[in-house]
């Protein structure tokens, strides 16, 4: 237990030995009762190393001529590096002190005071950690605690290190605690009255916005807000009051004042009503505002990914729009207008804040906070010059609004006398006119009495018409066709037959040759209704003709028959010049014997569907007959078709893809009727065939059928 004794004895002998010799050799700073910060920076000695694994073991019991005098080292430091700093300090007052040093802008600070009993503690200090880890936390300024007896002396060291370059002109300053504090309450004070100011401002005006809906209100708003923000982040009261237990830096203001920027230039170019006053200066404002919105995004970004980039982005950015302020205000004196009167006295107040803290500080060396309240006197100002400023705006508005009322007022008194003039002019000719008509009651009685005889005329005529053409309707179709012979024909068959009037100038007709071998044929004849139907049955006659006394089987030789005959007999130019009547024509031979099918067509096709698709059988692109029939000789050729199991055959005019749907005008289109035919060709042709009709019916909306329609499907 003795040895124990004599080596602790030794130890701290060693111990005291290099401290007291420290404490001998650097220059001490006395302080005596004072009621005002002292610059201790004379006094601040700075480690010649800056490696980071200096502890302060090794760094307690460095001779004095590894220090340098803080004030003679550079003014700025690299980032990401540790600096030691010794304050050796004395308290010469007769009363026990507590004593504040303000460290400027830190980020991370180890302070070190030397305690006779366990040696040197630390406390951490800066922006690195949250206030509710610090033995001493205010406002504004980052500051250590010192607690000393009357006429004791010690020795502190300081440990710092900042991702930001540091600005050490001053570093340090030293005030009692009671003074700080006071003064600090009234920097409190005086921010309370600022902010709350600021607030009452943004709060009256937001009910402006409700009334008026006018978004400079709410630019207004976002920008005298951002202001308030930004200041209250910069003196440090959301690190102590809302956020103690986390890191917060001051810098984060930046960001706000970027942001609270572009709404300045929203506010800018909403008051002024750019767009009408300079359109050229409306192009160039609003591509500062996406530059600041891009700005703003960027610096965000950094924010969470590297500090220092982040900072240095809000120093450009911060340069480029203060370059752009500097602009508008040289615009603002150009443009004569009041609210742009307004918007320049509020400028002009802040800036001139501005400039007595930029010349404070790089001429006469002052604290940054000395004249901040100037500053945030011109920012007073400015936000209540740019509330002058809107509130002159609605005044014009409403005059505005008070003179267009007035103008519409007149122009109203104006229409209505004139409109009583016409009414007056008007009642005259009623008068007159009435009077006429009076003379003239009994000849118009008579000619009511003749106009009601003729409509009964014309009634008894209209329906002797109707029922002619029923009857006439009638008889064609008696003509056509027994649709259940071509089903007993084929394996299955279906037919859509709709004339667009009581008579068609659509037609189809079937030839049985043997049990095995039929015809089978679809014409559109030229024009619809009575003329149509007249070609129908002169066709029908020619086609029995054709088929019957010649025995022609041959499609293409029965379309070059039906030719010459309508050439020589219905548009002979001896006979009639201006006829230009003819057809469009499709015929099928069918064999079932064999499985084939022979095809030609005169524009019309033959449709093969099947599971690989539709496939389209072209006949010619002349019809039969119709205008210059003799300027070329037409020809026509036979397509022979091999049945295969599941194949099925349509042959149709154009009036089922030709109809009009009612509310666009649009016609259904042979796509359509394609893609049609080709979902439904797995259904039975009964099934087949209404859905085609169906669809149709529903395509037409409503509206009146524009052309005949005929298709028929078949299959072996």
């Keep these: 237990m003795l040895k124990l004794r004599k080596i602790l004895f030794l130890l701290f002998s060693v111990l005291y030995f290099f401290v007291s010799g420290q404490i001998d050799t650097f220059p001490v700073y006395t302080y005596t009762d004072n009621s005002k910060a002292v610059s201790v920076q004379s006094f601040l000695y700075q480690l010649k190393h800056t490696s980071e694994y200096i502890t302060i073991d090794s760094v307690s019991k460095l001779p004095f001529t590894s220090f340098a005098t803080a004030s003679s080292s550079a003014s700025a430091y690299e980032r990401n590096k540790s600096y030691w700093f010794v304050l050796r300090l004395k308290n010469e007052s007769i009363n026990e002190k507590t004593l504040y040093l303000t460290l400027g802008l830190t980020q991370s600070v180890e302070f070190y005071q030397y305690n006779p009993e366990i040696g040197y503690v630390k406390q951490d200090y800066g922006y690195d950690v949250p206030d509710a880890e610090k033995a001493y936390a205010e406002p504004i300024d980052q500051l250590v605690g010192v607690v000393l007896k009357s006429k004791e002396e010690t020795l502190l060291f300081f440990r710092i290190k900042s991702e930001l370059s540091l600005k050490m002109n001053p570093l340090f300053k030293i005030q009692e605690q009671e003074v700080f504090l006071k003064k600090n309450g009234m920097m409190n004070l005086m921010q309370g009255l600022f902010h709350g100011l600021i607030w009452m401002l943004i709060a009256y005006i937001f009910f402006v916005y409700l009334n008026l809906k006018d978004r400079v209100y709410l630019y207004y708003i976002f920008y005298c807000s951002s202001f ?197 002019k008007l ?13 003239s009651k009994e000849e118009i009685l008579q000619q009511q009495e003749y106009i009601e005889q003729k409509n009964v005329l ?17 008889i064609q179709n008696a003509l056509l066709t027994d649709f259940e012979k071509i089903k007993w024909f084929f394996k299955d068959a279906f037919l859509i037959y709709k004339p667009q009037s009581y008579v068609s100038g659509d037609f189809y007709m079937f030839f049985s040759i043997s049990e095995y071998e039929g015809i089978l044929l679809t014409a559109d004849c ?38 010459k005959r309508i050439v020589s007999r219905l548009l002979n130019v001896s006979i009639n010049s201006s006829l230009n009547e003819g057809l469009d024509i499709a015929v099928v031979y069918i064999n079932k014997s064999t499985k084939t099918l022979s095809y030609a067509g005169a524009k019309m096709p033959l449709l093969v569907v099947n599971n690989t698709g539709v496939n389209k059988v072209r006949g010619t692109l002349y019809g039969i007959g119709g205008a210059k029939v003799n300027l070329k000789e037409k020809f026509f050729t036979d397509t022979l078709i091999t049945f295969n199991e599941g194949d099925r055959y349509y042959i149709y005019s154009d009036g089922f893809h030709d109809q009009l749907q009612a509310y666009t005008n649009k016609k259904y289109l042979s796509k359509r009727f394609y893609e049609k035919l080709q979902e439904t060709y797995h259904h039975t042709f009964e099934v087949q065939k209404k859905i085609l009709a169906d669809d149709l019916d529903e395509w037409k909306g409503g509206g009146v059928q524009t052309d005949d329609i005929i298709v028929i499907g078949f299959t072996l």
């Excluded at 803290?357 to 060396?365: D, G, Y």
């Excluded at 014309?458 to 009638?474: C, H, I, M, Q, V």
């Excluded at 003329?531 to 006659?541: E, H, K, N």
């Design 228 to 424: 308030s923000i930004a200041i209250f982040v910069l003196l440090g009261y959301p690190r102590l009051y809302l956020f103690p237990h986390i890191t917060f830096n001051v810098l984060y203001s930046e960001l706000i004042i970027l942001i609270g920027s572009t709404f300045y230039m929203l506010l800018f170019r909403r008051a002024l009503n750019l767009k009408e006053l300079n359109i050229r200066l409306y192009n160039f404002t609003n591509m500062i505002i996406y530059f600041s919105l891009f700005g703003v995004v960027v610096c965000t970004f950094f924010l969470f990914y590297d500090f220092y980039i982040y900072n240095l982005l809000c120093q450009i950015f911060s340069l480029f729009e203060l370059l752009v302020f500097c602009f508008l205000l040289m615009t603002l004196f150009r443009i004569k207008n009041a609210i742009a009167r307004y918007l320049l006295i509020g400028n002009l107040s802040m800036t001139f804040g501005a400039v007595i803290i930029i010349v404070s500080l790089l001429f006469f060396k002052d604290p940054f906070l000395k004249y901040f309240p100037v500053f945030q006197a011109g920012v007073t100002l400015e936000v209540l010059f740019f509330a002058i400023g809107l509130s002159k705006r609605f005044q014009f508005a409403e005059q505005e609004k008070r003179l267009a009322q007035d103008k519409l007022i007149e122009e109203l008194t104006f229409r209505e006398k004139y409109q009583q003039q016409l009414n007056d």
């Design 526 to 563: 030229t024009g619809h209704g009575v003329p149509g139907a007249m070609l129908t049955l002169i066709a029908q006659d020619f086609l029995s003709e054709i088929i019957y006394e010649k025995k022609e089987t041959s499609p293409a030789n029965i379309l070059l028959e039906l030719e």
């Design 458 to 474: 014309l009634e008894a005529s209209n329906k002797s018409l109707t029922d002619n053409l029923e009857y006439a309707g009638f």
């Design 427 to 439: 009642e005259q000719k009623v008068r007159e006119r009435t009077q006429i008509i009076n003379q």
